[in-house]
């Protein structure tokens, strides 16, 4: 069964940096365009970025343009999210997920602490 | 990239039915039939319920539907249950190539 557990989470001190990955298994991870979505503590979901399934395209939301960067790599069926100068409000359960035109499988999150 | 507007909270007796709206422009669910809604209990990670507007994936129980009529979807959920009692998401694909996700509605099964 299709199965993506995410990895990387922990605290981080302001304007640090952290490396998210998702390994994927259970599917060709290669046909599927990937995306992170996070989710702060009590709020609500708040897509982040997507890739295409070759690599060659990539989203972000406004929010963290400039400052994340998506990558996968499909001979490891892993996807990574690297993120620079963080902020306190990037405190958040991050969740990878399949994407075509909507997520279809989600992993249980991993949590990023953003905090002095 | 404003997020999509749902009611704060809905509420239902079990049998009964009850329906979700999520209000976008025509930038998003007015443009596209990519609307989707997702189901997340307490503590939980989301999952898909509907895709393409009126979609199921395998699984999701056919007393879970969705519509589209202009800029807002809808989600209708009949015959309630106890396990229905949630959080639900809608999103949409949109112009800007990104994607927008509703603000949340806590489900209430009275």
């Known amino acids: 069964q299709v199965q993506l557990v995410e990895s990387g989470g922990g605290l981080v001190k302001p304007g640090g940096s952290l490396r998210l990955s998702c390994a994927a298994s259970?599917?060709?991870?290669?046909?599927?365009?990937m995306s992170w979505i996070r989710q702060a503590p009590g709020k609500g979901l708040e897509w982040v970025s997507y890739i295409s399934s070759s690599d060659s395209t990539v989203y972000y939301a406004d929010s963290v343009k400039g400052r994340f960067a998506i990558s996968r790599d499909n001979a490891k069926n892993s996807l990574y999210l690297q993120m620079n100068s963080l902020r306190a409000e990037d405190t958040a359960m991050y969740y990878c997920?399949?994407?075509?035109?909507?997520?279809?499988?989600w992993g249980q999150g991993s949590l990023v602490t953003v905090s002095s | 990239q404003s997020a999509l507007t749902q009611p704060a909270s809905v509420s239902g007796s079990p049998g009964q039915s009850i329906t979700i709206s999520c209000t976008g422009t025509?930038?998003?669910?007015?443009?596209?039939?990519?609307v989707s809604w997702y189901q997340q209990p307490p503590g939980k990670a989301p999952k898909l319920m509907i895709y393409?507007?009126?979609d199921r994936p395998s699984g999701v129980s056919n007393r879970f539907s969705g519509s589209k009529s202009g800029n807002t979807a809808s989600l209708t959920i009949s015959g309630l249950q106890a396990e229905d009692e949630a959080n639900y998401y809608c999103?949409?694909?949109?112009?800007?190539?990104?994607?927008?996700f509703g603000g949340g509605t806590k489900l209430t099964v009275l």
């Open positions: 999103s949409s694909y949109t112009s800007t190539y990104t994607v927008v």
């Open positions: 025509s930038s998003d669910v007015g443009g596209y039939n990519y």
């Open positions: 393409d507007v009126s």
């Open positions: 259970g599917f060709t991870f290669s046909d599927y365009y």
């Open positions: 997920a399949t994407w075509t035109t909507h997520l279809g499988y």
